[in-house]
């Protein structure tokens, strides 16, 4: 499970953008979003690199949260 902070993610479309950009990479990936808190919490095999390559793609810039 990696928490990552996704500053533009502001609504429902939002998430679903976000969500649908981490499954490219990992088809089988679960995403837990805190809108509130503009986080995700990621369950994934494939590595917080090319999920933070896949967000920026898809115009989410982020970054692992601490
Ligand atoms: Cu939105």
Do not use: R, W
């Amino acid at each position: 499970m990696t928490m990552f902070n996704v500053p533009d993610m502001t609504c429902g479309h939002c998430e679903a953008t976000v969500t649908k950009a981490i499954q490219g990479v990992d088809q089988s990936a679960t995403v837990k979003a805190d809108l509130a808190a503009n986080k995700i919490e990621v369950a994934s095999t494939a590595g917080s690199e090319a999920i933070l390559a896949a967000l920026d793609e898809a115009g989410y810039p982020s970054s692992v949260a601490a």
